[in-house]
């Protein structure tokens, strides 16, 4: 009597859907990291200033190098949580920060100036998005990695 392989093939499925999903997300994510990382490269030089302390033009090319860095890890590396934990963090900060300056005149702190800059505009717009957009990916790609993490059955039996 041949062997029943019907047991295995919903777990096949599964993973496959769950491969392809990361993939998809992995793709997404590190596409919105991507613009985060360009718009914060692009207006690095308008913010920089001459003078003692750390400016918003430094701080935006680590952004960037951040970003960029979050982004080239989720591709090689995005079935990793601690790659996606990363993502999300990067993203979340960028959220974190752009909200802050925008609403809250926070002053300066330490070697940081004042970075309170209460007007929306286009690049402005577009990094928040990308952000979001990355924020929320990254949680829902860290979940995705972390269930296929504690599942590995599905990853051994599609020979993963």
Known sequence: MPPDHTTAAPGIGIAVTGVVALWLLRLLTAAGLGVDAYVHADLAP?????????????LFRIEAAAAALAALLLIAFGTRRLVWLFALLVAAAGVAAVLLYRYVDVG??????????????????????????????AACGLLLAHRQHQHPDTEARRGG
């Open 46 to 58: 308008t913010y920089d200033f001459s003078g003692q302390g750390i400016s918003q033009g430094q």
């Open 108 to 137: 300066a702190l330490g070697p940081l100036r004042n970075m309170y800059e209460p007007v929306w505009y286009p690049e402005k717009n577009l990094s928040l998005i990308a952000e979001a957009a990355a924020t929320a990916l």
